[in-house]
């Protein structure tokens, strides 16, 4: 197994001392390593009993200026719940899903419980390549993504609510273009960069402490750059003229590099449709794992307008598409450097 970064998320994963079962403990552990946006893991939960908990979304980590809808915070949770039922076997249970929420608004989203079963399966690997899981945001290998990897990653995602387009493609050319222009808008909205501001992190001891959010690490900076970066940045000056113009450069860089864009939809906004959505991009996240696939969540084209109100039309799709995601081949995997907060940090009784 590969050795992980100071920052992995792995550190956390036996210093529980909560008076639960250690296999509930170590499902909820893997939970917590989904991705959210901001690294704001927006999850909470309630144990109800040593079988059953409920997932609640954490509204101390909502992002209301970016996500006021909570259709971030839903997204996340579904890939929250996709770890955990992914991880259940492994213990020989079985999670069953309810979702309760019936409005993107309602703090208590889904309960699950945990059945006894029997499982003959070694889910070693699967429960490494959880772990392993990363967003990858460098520059990717100028090379096209091959077929047999389309197809495999698209097998992932239930209901046809999966599709990719090659960054060569009309439709690929479209999204690589209006990235960079919904990326600046969204950064000149001063509401929306102060929050982000809010969650990048800039110590070791911030981030120590708050165990969330953006590291220099998370962003590619280690060594001397790292030193300068929390030397001399601010809360303020990631706010300003010169950081937000060195944040469009590097969107540029990014979106200029890749294969193309996988994109996942949803039936409706419901939260139940947003859950599934969620769902679908951990499991399509997994499997890119497996497949040394980089991905890089880059969803500004559907937050920001016009774009959020002519993309389908010009994409041809006609479900609300809730995550576009870069891609592309790396030279270098590597690990994972996101911080998680620990089951300690998330967990309440009811």
Known sequence: ???????????????????????LKEIIYYGTLAPSSHNAQMWKVKVISD?????????NNILKALDPTNRESLIA???????????????????????????????????IKFEKSINSENLDKKMFIIENRMCINDAYINKKLNTKDVTS???????????YFDVNSRNGQYIQRNLITAMKNQALDKEKQEELANYMRLSD????????????EMIGL???????????????????????????NKVKSQVNNCSGFFIVTSNDNSPEALIKAGRNMERLWLKATELKVALHPMSQIIEEKP???????ILNIDSPIQVVMRTGYVKKYGCPVSLRRSVNDIVIFD
């Open 222 to 248: 280690t060594g001397l750059k790292k030193w300068f970066y929390y030397t001399f940045t601010t809360k303020k000056s990631i706010t300003s003229d010169n950081f937000i113009k060195l944040t469009v």
């Open 307 to 313: 774009w959020k109100e002519e993309i389908n039309g």
């Open 51 to 59: 079988y059953e908990i409920m997932v609640c979304i954490d509204e």
């Open 205 to 216: 001891e911030e981030a120590k402490a708050k165990k969330n959010g953006i590291t220099a």
């Open 1 to 23: 197994m590969s050795k992980m970064n100071l920052n992995s998320p792995k550190r956390d994963k036996f210093l529980s001392n909560l008076s639960i079962n250690h296999e």
């Open 153 to 163: 990653l698209l097998a992932e995602i239930e209901e046809e609510s999966g599709y």
């Open 77 to 111: 949770i579904g890939g929250f719940i996709e770890n955990i039922v992914q991880a259940a076997p492994k213990y020989n249970l079985t999670a069953k899903l309810d979702i309760i929420s019936e409005n993107c608004s309602d703090i208590n989203v889904a309960k």
